[in-house]
C-alpha cells in the first residue's frame, strides 16, 4: 500500500477486515511467479506457467497457455484453446457458463462477460465476505463479436491498464472503418492490407466492415482461417472470406480489396503478391501518430479490444470497489487517478502479459 | 474542421506523392469555399495567423487537467501539440451539436488579439473533437510538417483543373486565401483570374538531359553552349518598384536575399542562377551558397561573408515589353546590352563556351575550369523561352557523377509496391587507423537499381541481419562481411549533421559490388579529398 494513496481519516477496507473478522484480499488473491494465486481456492488466474488448476479469461496466448492439469474457463474460451493447441491442451476442461457459481475449496467462482473477444470472461472469487473481481482484458465500447461487458460489484478490482494513459481516447469503432472504406474508394487500383490480431481484432474488423455495407469478399491471411470459421460456427455472421493466395487469383484481382492478415505478415514476403498495397493496422496504438509512422502504417485504425482511459476510469467508478489493483499497462497514470479520486490503488506488478492483443 | 484534419493526418502518413495527389483533388473536390482554399493555404505557408507559444498551450492544459497525468501523458507521446489535443478535457454539456468549420477556426484565430489569442484558442479546444483540436494546435503554432510542398500543393490543382501547373503558377502570386476565383476557374464555372498584380513569376524554360545518341542528330551549329552552374536557378522580376526574387516553382525567396533584391533598381525580368561571392573576382562553392540557403531571415554577417549575386542567363521582360517569343538570339543580345547597366557586383552574364564540334565540348564538360560548374548546357539560337520542359530546344548535358565504393549498414522497408522490401538503404566508408577500421555512414539511397538487384537485396539483407529497429534492420558489415556497393552521386558538401561531416547530393545506387570484398571499400579520407577540391 502506497502510503500517499491513502486519506488518514480512511483505512482501506482491506485492512478493517481482519477486525471485523472477514478476509484480507490480499489473503484471497496474490501475485506469484505463476500468476495470481488464490490460496483458500487453490488455483490460479491466467497462470504464465503450467499449474494444477487453472481459470482463464480469454484465449489471447498470453492469458491462455496449454499444459495445466485442469482448466476452467467459458465453453468459447475452451474452444479456442483447443483450436490454437489442439484438443489435449489440458489435463481435464470444465466449462463455466456466465452468472453460474461453482465453488471451488469453498471459494465462489463466477464468470462474467468481458466485452473484450469472444469467450472472454472476468472472473469473480468470493470469500467469507470479499468479492474480488479480476476483470481480465476489457472493453466497453460495443462489439458485435463477442458479449458485452457487465459491471460487478466488488470490492477489489483488478483492473488491466494497457491503454491506462489519458492520451488513450478510442474513437467509435464505426468512424475508423468508415476510413477504411473511403480510402478503398479513393484508390481502387491498390489494396488495402489490414493488420489485425488473428483472434478477435480480426473478425471484429471483418463483422464491421459488413456492418459498413462492404459486401465484397475479403481475403484472409491463412493464420486467420480456423478461428475466423469458428466464430462464423457461433454465429457471428463474417461474410464471404476468401483465403489470400496467389491461387485464388492473379495480382490484379486483389485490387481493390480488403486483405486481412495478422500485422507480422505484411513485413513479409507474403504481402508481395499484392498490387501497391496500403498498410493499414487495426490497434488502439494507432492512436499514436509516431507509433504509425515507425511501424510504416499508411492508414492508421484506431480500434481496440481494450478500454481506452474513460473506460477504464468509469468502470472503475461503476464497480463501486473500494480498492483497485492495477496490471498489465501502464500502471502508475492509473493509480495516480485513482489517488486523486480518493480510492486505495497499487500497481500489481504481474509478468508475463504483453500486449500484443492489441 | 474534422475534414481538414483527416486531411493532414492522411498526407503524414502517405509516403508515395500520387498518393499525396489523390488525397488533395479529392480534398478539392469534395470540401466547399472558403474551407478547402484555407486548406491550401495552410500546406503552402500562405495562411496568417498570430502564433501561440508551446510554453502557452502547455500552461493552458495544465490548468485544465492533474500536471502529474499531463507529465506522463507527455513523456509517452513526446509531441506537444499531439499530446495536448488527445488529453483536453471534454466538459460534457459543453459540446455544440457541430464541430465548428475550418473558415470558422480561421476567422476566430485572425480576428484575436495578442492578449486574448490563448482564451479563443481554449475556446476552440473546447468545442473540437480530438482531430480537429490537432489540426487547430498545428494551425496556431506554425509549421504543418506533413511532407507536402507548396510545388505539389500546386500540381494537386493542376490536376484537379485539368491544367497545366505552370497557369498555376503564373496566377499564384496575385491570388490570395481563400482563393475561390481559382477554385471557380479550376471548376469551368468561372474564367481564369486576371491577374493585376506587379512583379508576377512568369514560368521558367526547363531543359531536357542529353540521352544516348541525341547529339549525333543535332547539328552543333544550332546550338548555343554555356556552362551550367551549380547554384539556385532564380528569376529576378522587378516591376512598379516591387523586387520579387522566385525559385523556378515560383516559390517567393526574396526574403532571403536581401542583398540581392535591393540591387534589383531596374524594370524587367531575368532568368539566371543565384550564387555568392563577388562576380568580378571570384565566384563561391555550393559549400559556401549553402550557408545562404534554407534562410528566412538573413543576418547582416552573413550577407557580408556571402553575397548573393545573379549569374543571368536570359531575360523574358524589359520594361512593358515581353521577349520570350523572341529567338534566343535576340533575346541574348537585349541581356547583353542591358546587363551594362546593372550592379556589377551583383549581376554578370553567364558567358558562352564556343565549340568546333560535339567531341570539343564533350572534353570541356569532362573537365570544368570551375567546381561549381556541373556540366554544359545547350541552347538552340532560334528557341523562343516557352513554360515546361519541351523536348528539343535546350539541353543539359552534366558532369558524370562521382562514384564510391560502400558497404551496406542498415536497410529499411519501403511503402506500397515496395513495403514488403528492403529498399532504403545506408552505407558507410571505412574510417579509423589501420586495424581498427570502423564504417561512418555517408549516405542513404533508395533508387538505381532494378527490381531483380531490389530483390537479391532484399534477400541479403533479410540473410544477414544483426539487429531489428521498427522497419529498419542493420545488416552484418565488418572487415570480412558486408555487401559492397557503388553508389554514385553529384557532389558533397560538408554537413555539422552527419557524423562523417560529409552530406552527398542526389545519392544512387549504380552498381551492385557483389565481387568486393567489404575491407576494399572506400576510406572516408577519399570523400574528403573530393570535398577540398
Given at each position: 500500500?502506497r ?57 489471447h496466448?498470453d ?31 470444465q ?8 465453488v ?47 459491471p ?41 492490407l ?30 486467420l ?26 495480382r ?9 492478415g ?25 492512436r ?23 473506460e ?18 501502464r ?5 495516480r ?22 | ?21 489523390t ?16 486548406a ?8 496568417n ?10 500552461i ?12 506522463y ?11 495536448v ?15 465548428p ?16 489569442g490563448?482564451?479563443?484558442l ?30 505539389l ?6 490536376d ?19 482563393y ?13 483570374p ?6 508576377l ?57 536581401p ?8 524594370s ?7 550564387l ?31 553575397p ?45 563556351v ?19 560548374i ?7 539560337w ?5 513554360a ?8 543539359k ?8 565504393d560502400?558497404?551496406?549498414?542498415y536497410?529499411?522497408r ?16 571505412w ?18 537499381f ?5 530483390k ?50 542526389f ?27
Open positions: 500500500m502510503e500517499s494513496a491513502v486519506a488518514y481519516n480512511r483505512l482501506p477496507a482491506a485492512e478493517l477486515y481482519p477486525i471485523l473478522g472477514v478476509m484480507r484480499a490480499s489473503d484471497l488473491l496474490h501475485p506469484r511467479p505463476e500468476g495470481l494465486y488464490c490460496p483458500p481456492g487453490d488455483f490460479f488466474i491466467d497462470p504464465v506457467r503450467p499449474v494444477n488448476r487453472a481459470l482463464i479469461t480469454h484465449g496466448s492469458h491462455a497457455r496449454s499444459g495445466h492439469r485442469s482448466v476452467l474457463a467459458t465453453q468459447q474460451t475452451l474452444d479456442i484453446m483447443g483450436l490454437r493447441y489442439g484438443e489435449d491442451f489440458a489435463g481435464t476442461t466449462a463455466a457458463r456466465f452468472g453460474e457459481t461453482i471451488l475449496n469453498g471459494v465462489n467462482v463466477s464468470f462474467h462477460p468481458a466485452g473484450h473477444v469472444l469467450g472472454s470472461a472476468q472472473i469473480s472469487v468470493e470469500h467469507q465476505g470479499t468479492r474480488i473481481v479480476a476483470s481480465g482484458d476489457y472493453k466497453r465500447q460495443r462489439d458485435a463479436t463477442c458479449a458485452p461487458f457487465e460487478i460489484p466488488c470490492d477489489v478490482f483488478i483492473t488491466e491498464a494497457t491503454f491506462g494513459l489519458p492520451v488513450f481516447r478510442h474513437p467509435p469503432d464505426k468512424e475508423e472503418i468508415a476510413r477504411l472504406l473511403k480510402s478503398a474508394a479513393q484508390f481502387p487500383e491498390r489494396s488495402h489490414v493488420g489485425a490480431y488473428a483472434l478477435g481484432k480480426a473478425q471484429r474488423v471483418m463483422r464491421l466492415l459488413r456492418d459498413a455495407g462492404h459486401c465484397k469478399p475479403i481475403y484472409i491471411h491463412g493464420a482461417a480456423k478461428l475466423s470459421e469458428y466464430y462464423q460456427s457461433q454465429g457471428i455472421d463474417l461474410g464471404p472470406l476468401e483465403p489470400a493466395t496467389v491461387e485464388s487469383g492473379g490484379q484481382d486483389f485490387a481493390g480489396a480488403i486483405v486481412v495478422p500485422p507480422s505478415a505484411f513485413a513479409d514476403r507474403w504481402a508481395r503478391r499484392f498490387p501497391d498495397p496500403i498498410s493499414c493496422f487495426a490497434s488502439g496504438w494507432m499514436i501518430r509516431q507509433r504509425a509512422k515507425q511501424g510504416g502504417v499508411e492508414l492508421p485504425l484506431i480500434i481496440s479490444d481494450h478500454a481506452d482511459w474513460d477504464l476510469t468509469a468502470t472503475i467508478k461503476e464497480t463501486g470497489a473500494e480498492e483497485i489493483w492495477v496490471t498489465h499497462g500502471e502508475e497514470a492509473l493509480v487517478w485513482c489517488e486523486l479520486e480518493g480510492i486505495a490503488a497499487r500497481p500489481l506488478h504481474l509478468v508475463g502479459y504483453e500486449d500484443e492483443g492489441d | 474542421m474534422n475534414r481538414f484534419a483527416e486531411l493532414l493526418d492522411r498526407l503524414v502518413l502517405t509516403p508515395s506523392r500520387n498518393g499525396k495527389l488525397l488533395l483533388t479529392d480534398y478539392f473536390r469534395t470540401v466547399e469555399d472558403p474551407d478547402r482554399g484555407l491550401l493555404a495552410a500546406i503552402t505557408g500562405d495562411l495567423i498570430a502564433a501561440v507559444k508551446p510554453a502557452m498551450l502547455r493552458l492544459v495544465t490548468e485544465r487537467m492533474d500536471p502529474v497525468l499531463f507529465g501523458s507527455y513523456d509517452y507521446v513526446g509531441d506537444l501539440a499531439e499530446t489535443s488527445l488529453v483536453w478535457p471534454q466538459t460534457p454539456g459543453n459540446i455544440p451539436n457541430r464541430e468549420t475550418l473558415g470558422e477556426v480561421v476567422a476566430k484565430l485572425q480576428a484575436a488579439s495578442r492578449s486574448d490563448p482564451k479563443v481554449a475556446g476552440l479546444l473546447d468545442s473540437a473533437g480530438i482531430s480537429a483540436r490537432f489540426a487547430i494546435i498545428k494551425l496556431v503554432t506554425g509549421g504543418l510538417r506533413i511532407g507536402v510542398s507548396a510545388r500543393a500546386k500540381q494537386a490543382l493542376a484537379f483543373g485539368t491544367v497545366d501547373i505552370t497557369e498555376i503558377e503564373e496566377l499564384w502570386h496575385g491570388l490570395s486565401p481563400p475561390t476565383a481559382l477554385f471557380a476557374w479550376l471548376e469551368g464555372k468561372a474564367e481564369k486576371r491577374n493585376t498584380a506587379m512583379a513569376f512568369r514560368p521558367v524554360m526547363l531543359s531536357n538531359p542529353v540521352g544516348d545518341g541525341d547529339l549525333e542528330k543535332l547539328d552543333p551549329t544550332d546550338y548555343a553552349a554555356e556552362w551550367k552552374w551549380d547554384g539556385i536557378r532564380v528569376q529576378a522580376v522587378a516591376e512598379g518598384g516591387i523586387h520579387r526574387l522566385y525559385s523556378r516553382t515560383g516559390d517567393d525567396v526574396s526574403g532571403a536575399f542583398d540581392l533584391t535591393e540591387a534589383m533598381q531596374f524587367a525580368t531575368l532568368d539566371g542562377e543565384l555568392v561571392g563577388d562576380p568580378r573576382q571570384a565566384t563561391g562553392t555550393f559549400s559556401d551558397l549553402q550557408q545562404r540557403l534554407n534562410r528566412k531571415t538573413v543576418t547582416l554577417k552573413m550577407q557580408q561573408q556571402y548573393a549575386f545573379m549569374r543571368c542567363y536570359d531575360v523574358l521582360q524589359i520594361g512593358g515589353e515581353d521577349l520570350r517569343a523572341l529567338p534566343f538570339r535576340e533575346r541574348r543580345a537585349r541581356l547583353e546590352s542591358f546587363a551594362g547597366t546593372l550592379d556589377p557586383s551583383r549581376f554578370d552574364l553567364s558567358p558562352f564556343a565549340f568546333p564540334d560535339w567531341q570539343a565540348l564533350e572534353e570541356l564538360r569532362r573537365a570544368p575550369p570551375h567546381p561549381i556541373e556540366g554544359v548546357m545547350l541552347k538552340r532560334d528557341s523562343a523561352y516557352v515546361g520542359r519541351p523536348k528539343g530546344p535546350w539541353f548535358w552534366k558532369r558524370d557523377p562521382h562514384t564510391v560502400a558497404v551496406l549498414m536497410a529499411q519501403g511503402h506500397g509496391k515496395r513495403s514488403s522490401f528492403y529498399s532504403d538503404y545506408t552505407f558507410g566508408v574510417s579509423g587507423a589501420e586495424g581498427e577500421e570502423q564504417l561512418v555512414p555517408v549516405g542513404k539511397a533508395y533508387f538505381g532494378t527490381d531483380e538487384e531490389l537479391q537485396i532484399d534477400k541479403y539483407v533479410r540473410d544477414n541481419t544483426v539487429e531489428r529497429f521498427g522497419p529498419v534492420r542493420s545488416v552484418r558489415a565488418d572487415r570480412d562481411n558486408g555487401l559492397v556497393l557503388e553508389v554514385a552521386f553529384e557532389g558533397l558538401n560538408r554537413s555539422t549533421r552527419h557524423k562523417s561531416g560529409v552530406a552527398m547530393r545519392p544512387r545506387i549504380s552498381r551492385l559490388r557483389w565481387d568486393k570484398p567489404a575491407n576494399e571499400a572506400d576510406r572516408i579520407e577519399t570523400l574528403q579529398a573530393l570535398l577540398d577540391r
